[in-house]
């Protein structure tokens, strides 16, 4: 087991929630996943991933837990970075997009979005009455709003090649004609894509599994919607983690 792993998460609260070892025997009925513990010992933990997780199961391959303080939870444990395909690791999950975009926008990593005043999550916005994932306002150059929509990407097909949708996301098709629903009404609209793998180097849509979503992207981006993508560490041995790098989106 890698013993240079991530330490933890930045939360976006300024603290960091650890992270523990274990082996990822399989992962099932969507929200469950079975992993083995230094002692042997074996349990079940939930999974936070309404996605495929497509290239991002190793069974076998070390994964790294958190444990929630609530004493309540049938599954305390909550799975968070597996490996993946060709050594790389994966964040899978989806949750901790918004925590990771979060800490990035604080310390000031997202360089596209720098000289908002305010920070606001949840919003429901647009004519299909969606939730902005963040509301940013107050610009030191402009009045205009700003809506950031994260989504977290995982898959990786070729080595350095990242794709989104993994599976079919009427959710997230929505989620662009609202964007584009902002530009047409004189805001600014981000989609930001959170990349927690460690091995993917560019970004694109997913023809190949959500064609409608892929030529949506293509349609709001041309209308004025801004598409970016921000990455975890190539070499994710630094802690704890988190979101340092711009990455390029290949439409």
């Given at each position: 087991?890698?013993?240079?792993a991530?330490?933890?998460f930045?939360?976006?609260?300024g603290?960091?929630?650890?992270?523990y070892?274990?082996v990822?025997l399989r992962?099932?009925k969507?929200?469950?996943?079975?992993?083995r513990?230094?002692d042997?010992?074996e349990i079940t933990i939930?999974?936070?991933n309404?996605?495929?997780m497509?290239n991002?199961v190793?069974?076998?391959?070390?994964c790294?837990?958190?444990v929630?303080?609530n004493?309540?939870?049938?599954y305390?444990?909550t799975?968070e970075i597996?490996t993946?395909?060709?050594g790389?690791?994966?964040?899978?999950?989806?949750?901790?997009?918004?925590?990771l975009?979060?800490?990035a926008?604080e310390a000031?990593?997202?360089?596209?979005l720098l000289?908002?005043?305010?920070i606001?999550?949840e919003q429901?916005?647009?004519?299909e009455?969606s939730?902005?994932?963040?509301?940013?306002?107050d610009?030191?150059?402009?009045?205009?709003?700003c809506?950031l929509e994260?989504?977290?990407?995982?898959?990786?097909e070729?080595?350095?090649?990242?794709?989104?949708?993994?599976?079919?996301s009427?959710r997230?098709?929505k989620h662009?004609?609202?964007l584009?629903?902002?530009?047409?009404?004189?805001q600014?609209?981000?989609?930001l894509?959170?990349v927690?793998?460690?091995?993917?180097?560019q970004?694109?849509?997913?023809?190949h599994?959500d064609?409608l979503?892929a030529?949506t992207?293509?349609?709001?981006?041309?209308a004025?919607v801004?598409?970016?993508?921000?990455?975890v560490p190539?070499?994710?041995s630094l802690?704890?983690?988190?979101?340092?790098q711009p990455?390029?989106?290949?439409?």
């Amino acid at each position: 087991m890698n013993l240079s792993a991530p330490c933890g998460f930045e939360n976006g609260v300024g603290e960091v929630d650890s992270l523990y070892p274990a082996v990822l025997l399989r992962r099932y009925k969507r929200f469950l996943a079975d992993v083995r513990l230094a002692d042997g010992s074996e349990i079940t933990i939930h999974c936070p991933n309404t996605g495929s997780m497509k290239n991002c199961v190793v069974v076998d391959g070390p994964c790294w837990y958190s444990v929630s303080p609530n004493k309540t939870r049938k599954y305390p444990q909550t799975l968070e970075i597996v490996t993946a395909p060709g050594g790389h690791w994966a964040g899978i999950n989806t949750g901790r997009a918004n925590q990771l975009v979060a800490a990035a926008l604080e310390a000031g990593v997202i360089k596209e979005l720098l000289g908002y005043k305010h920070i606001q999550r949840e919003q429901v916005y647009g004519d299909e009455k969606s939730r902005i994932d963040f509301l940013l306002t107050d610009h030191c150059s402009d009045k205009c709003a700003c809506y950031l929509e994260v989504k977290n990407l995982t898959l990786m097909e070729a080595e350095g090649e990242g794709y989104f949708p993994d599976a079919v996301s009427a959710r997230g098709t929505k989620h662009l004609r609202e964007l584009k629903l902002m530009v047409a009404r004189g805001q600014r609209a981000v989609l930001l894509f959170c990349v927690q793998h460690t091995g993917i180097r560019q970004v694109s849509p997913a023809d190949h599994i959500d064609k409608l979503y892929a030529d949506t992207l293509r349609e709001v981006k041309a209308a004025g919607v801004e598409v970016i993508a921000y990455g975890v560490p190539q070499d994710a041995s630094l802690h704890p983690w988190r979101l340092v790098q711009p990455l390029p989106v290949v439409c």
